[in-house]
């Protein structure tokens, strides 16, 4: 079956970076918009960042603009999120997610397949 495996999270002092992988098995890949979400415990998975299949369209949330990047390789069945300027309250699990609909997608409801997340924690 369709199987999302994230990587790429850890520990990082504030300020920092990392960059998230998410590559995707048994899924065409690039008829299928990619979405990263975040959840902290207590609270509801929220959207990050989504790309549409053609990497024409992307979006943000406003807590992460100008600081994350989403991209995404079709030859590689890979989306990829690069985290910058890294702050304590990004810390969370972080989730990517494909959807077969259209557009820069926000709604965890809108989205087929889920990764199984991977932890980020930023130190202050």
């Known amino acids: 079956q369709v199987q999302l495996v994230e990587s790429g999270g850890g520990l990082v002092q504030a300020g920092g970076s990392l960059r998230l992988s998410c590559v995707a098995y048994r899924l065409t890949f690039s008829g299928y918009t990619m979405g990263w979400f975040r959840q902290v415990p207590g609270k509801e998975r929220e959207f990050v960042s989504a790309?549409?299949?053609?990497?024409?369209?992307?979006g943000y949330a406003d807590s992460v603009k100008g600081r994350f990047t989403i991209s995404r390789d079709n030859a590689k069945n890979t989306a990829y999120l690069q985290m910058n300027s890294l702050k304590p309250e990004d810390t969370a699990v972080y989730y990517c997610?494909?959807?077969?609909?259209?557009?820069?997608?926000?709604?965890?409801?809108?989205?087929?397949?889920w990764g199984q997340g991977t932890q980020v924690t930023v130190s202050s």
């Open positions: 997610a494909a959807s077969l609909l259209a557009g820069v997608l926000q709604g965890t409801s809108q989205y087929n397949f």
């Open positions: 790309i549409s299949w053609n990497k024409g369209s992307t």
